[in-house]
């Protein structure tokens, strides 16, 4: 069992930027992990993904959807089983509540069902 939770969501101005956490309890070293976003009456969808190499800590493999690529990086800390997104040149169209993920497998993966574990969720609030 892995409990999920998010933090760091919050109000920013346009071109601004916000870093958001996510601490895991439970075993998830190699495992992908990766944040969600779901913006009112939309369905949630993939921002971005991590995954570790199976041979060094030292080595991840990394995936992000289009809108954000360049503007969002994910990285992560094993020692404190930690996953963070950094958000820069935030934009409107980033208002959502934002979801951290973990698969239990290893590998970096888009698909919602991928995914096992969830958090509760972070509101991000872009405004223009």
């Known amino acids: 069992q892995v409990q999920l939770v998010e933090s760091g969501g919050g109000l920013a101005q346009a071109g601004g930027s916000l870093r958001l956490s996510c601490a895991a309890s439970?075993?998830?070293?190699?495992?992908?992990m990766g944040w969600f976003r779901q913006a009112p009456g939309k369905e949630r969808e993939f921002v971005a993904a991590i995954a570790w190499s199976a041979v060094s800590t030292d080595y991840a493999t990394t995936d992000y959807a289009d809108s954000v690529k360049g503007r969002f990086t994910i990285s992560g800390d094993n020692a404190k089983n930690a996953v963070y997104l950094q958000m820069n040149s935030l934009k409107p169209e980033d208002t959502a509540v934002y979801y951290c993920?973990?698969?239990?497998?290893?590998?970096?993966?888009?698909?919602?069902?991928?995914?096992?574990?969830w958090g509760q969720g972070t509101q991000v609030t872009v405004s223009s």
């Open positions: 993920a973990v698969t239990m497998m290893p590998g970096t993966y888009r698909g919602r069902s991928a995914y096992r574990y």
């Open positions: 439970g075993r998830t070293f190699g495992y992908g």
